[in-house]
């Protein structure tokens, strides 16, 4: 598992639980450490059972934890990097739904070595969706979840989301658009600015 995966968990835990849980959870899951270093590469057995260690911590099932976790992932302000490389998906959020198919080769871009899932956008109709979450890293589509949450808000866009098993080797999650300008969305400007 690619030390980012890790290392975006680890962010998760200590901003939300607080570094006690992250540390109580990495002796639980028997690391013999309590750092992951962003660009190394783990075993997939840690990354399961850090979250095996933090689901029996929080007696919380792992899709909840990790649908927190792309919650966290768009919305919390130590990711604005990840939340921008997802605006760039569009204007509008129909738009950021459209480029997810091409999600994995931007991520790509900005980390070569970092292979997420393949996606793949079915419009049903204009106001329904499914994406389909192909297999590569487990809990992802849980992630999805969190994420198209996320950015529903960020563009102030209202969406009813719901995982809806797997059809044949991928999990499907379906996306229903009930009004595109709910609210006002998250500022958002193509140029980074420093203050």
């Given at each position: 598992?690619h030390g980012?995966?890790?290392?975006?968990?680890?962010?998760?835990v200590?901003?939300?639980?607080?570094?006690?849980?992250?540390?109580?959870?990495?002796?639980?899951?028997?690391?013999g450490f309590?750092?992951?270093?962003?660009?190394?590469?783990?075993?997939?057995?840690?990354?399961?059972?850090?979250?095996?260690?933090?689901?029996?911590?929080?007696?919380?099932?792992?899709?909840?934890?990790?649908?927190?976790?792309?919650t966290?992932?768009?919305?919390?302000?130590?990711?604005?990097?990840l939340?921008?490389?997802?605006?760039?998906?569009?204007?509008t959020?129909?738009?950021?739904?459209?480029?997810?198919?091409?999600?994995?080769?931007?991520?790509?871009?900005?980390?070569?070595?970092?292979?997420?899932?393949?996606?793949e956008?079915?419009?049903?109709?204009?106001t329904?969706?499914?994406?389909?979450?192909?297999?590569?890293?487990?809990?992802?589509?849980?992630?999805?979840?969190?994420?198209?949450?996320?950015?529903?808000?960020?563009?102030?866009?209202?969406?009813?989301?719901?995982?809806?098993?797997?059809?044949?080797?991928?999990?499907?999650?379906?996306?229903?658009?009930v009004?595109?300008?709910?609210?006002?969305?998250?500022?958002?400007?193509?140029?980074?600015?420093?203050?």
């Amino acid at each position: 598992m690619h030390g980012l995966i890790n290392r975006a968990i680890q962010s998760f835990v200590c901003a939300t639980y607080g570094q006690s849980c992250w540390l109580y959870v990495t002796e639980m899951a028997e690391l013999g450490f309590s750092e992951f270093e962003a660009m190394l590469v783990y075993d997939d057995c840690m990354t399961v059972q850090v979250l095996d260690a933090l689901c029996a911590d929080l007696k919380r099932p792992r899709a909840e934890i990790l649908e927190d976790l792309g919650t966290y992932l768009v919305s919390h302000t130590k990711m604005e990097d990840l939340r921008r490389l997802l605006r760039f998906g569009g204007v509008t959020y129909v738009d950021f739904l459209h480029s997810l198919d091409d999600l994995s080769d931007r991520v790509r871009l900005s980390v070569s070595d970092l292979c997420l899932p393949a996606l793949e956008l079915i419009e049903v109709t204009p106001t329904e969706y499914q994406l389909y979450c192909h297999p590569g890293l487990p809990g992802y589509p849980s992630v999805m979840v969190g994420i198209l949450r996320a950015m529903a808000d960020d563009y102030g866009a209202l969406a009813m989301l719901s995982h809806d098993g797997r059809e044949g080797e991928a999990e499907v999650i379906s996306i229903v658009l009930v009004e595109s300008a709910f609210a006002k969305g998250r500022q958002f400007d193509l140029g980074a600015r420093k203050s």
